[in-house]
């Protein structure tokens, strides 16, 4: 095993020991003046059970950090092993509902069909953490159904 000590010169060996950690992905929506919106996110983590709570982290230097960071309500969708191009599908602009099956929840917050499991949340906090906010959010409904999860490891969707 080789140590280093990460610096913002060279972030490369640090993005490849986070990548030994295996995730993974979601879809998180909200509702925003110019529509609704999301974004593929691995950063999504439970945080508390009672009462219910989870995060995720948008990137400071995303086009949609401030619309994630101030809005009142966000959906977090993980998703299934068959759903990789949506996933790829949201790390592009965001916008594009059109070709997706979705309709809208508590607060307008966009509800994306087919995923594993989802989570409707109130934006409970939001902390800057680095180039990364830490978004709390307090969760007010969820759902579920069976089936394999799409993985992200080494930098790579795993489709299986
Ligand atoms: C597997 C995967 C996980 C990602 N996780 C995050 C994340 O947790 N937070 C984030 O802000 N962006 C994440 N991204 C990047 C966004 O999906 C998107 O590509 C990026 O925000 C594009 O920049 P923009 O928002 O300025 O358009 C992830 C991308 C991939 C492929």
Not at 37 to 50: E, H, R, Y
Request: hydrophobic share 40%; net charge negative; charged share 20%.
């Amino acid at each position: 095993m080789q140590s280093f000590i990460p610096n913002a010169q060279d972030p490369r060996k640090f993005r490849d020991a986070l990548g030994k950690y295996a995730t993974g992905v979601c879809v998180i929506t909200t509702d925003c003046p110019r529509g609704p919106l999301g974004i593929t996110a691995n950063s999504f983590v439970s945080v508390s059970l009672d009462p219910p709570m989870v995060l995720w982290c948008p990137a400071r230097y995303s086009r949609r950090y401030e619309a994630f960071t101030t809005c009142n309500s966000f959906a977090i969708h993980v998703l299934a092993q068959d759903q990789l191009e949506l996933a790829r599908h949201f790390t592009g602009d965001g916008l594009d509902f059109a070709p997706l099956k979705w309709s809208r929840g508590a607060d307008d917050v966009p509800l994306l069909e087919g995923c594993l499991a989802r989570f409707e949340c109130e934006n409970y906090s939001v902390t800057e953490a680095g180039d990364h906010a830490v978004v709390i959010g307090q969760v007010i409904r969820a759902a579920t159904r069976e089936g394999a999860p799409l993985m992200f490891l080494d930098g790579r969707f795993q489709p299986g």
